[in-house]
């Protein structure tokens, strides 16, 4: 069971962006993460009429690693960690590891 998934809030720990928080847009694999508004770059491009694009300088979110963001907790207001237990009815639920609150309903 994957710790971070699409559509959870997480702050940023390490690099250019760090304070910063975001929603994950996309899991890219079990390590790279796309969230946004953070780890902005700037893409040059080319103009396509067919589709009516048109071209310049592009802010695009690109991919950061797992290990740089944790899941933001909103009752300590901080990162937290995550752990994974199963319930008694066997389903696998993540909870914050500093104060055992349930993330998955």
């Given at each position: ?15 250019k ?25 700037k ?27 944790m ?35």
């Amino acid at each position: 069971m994957n710790k971070i998934k699409k559509g959870d809030e997480v702050i940023v720990i390490a690099g250019k962006d760090k304070g910063r928080r975001g929603s994950v847009i996309k899991v890219l694999s079990h390590d790279r993460l796309i969230v946004e508004n953070i780890n902005m770059v700037k893409k040059a491009q080319k103009p396509n009429p067919n589709i009516g694009q048109q071209g310049g300088i592009m802010d695009k979110e690109m991919p950061i690693h797992r290990s740089n963001v944790m899941l933001f907790n909103s009752v300590t207001g901080k990162g937290d960690r995550i752990g994974v237990r199963s319930l008694k009815d066997n389903t696998k639920v993540r909870y914050f590891k500093s104060n055992d609150e349930v993330v998955d309903v």
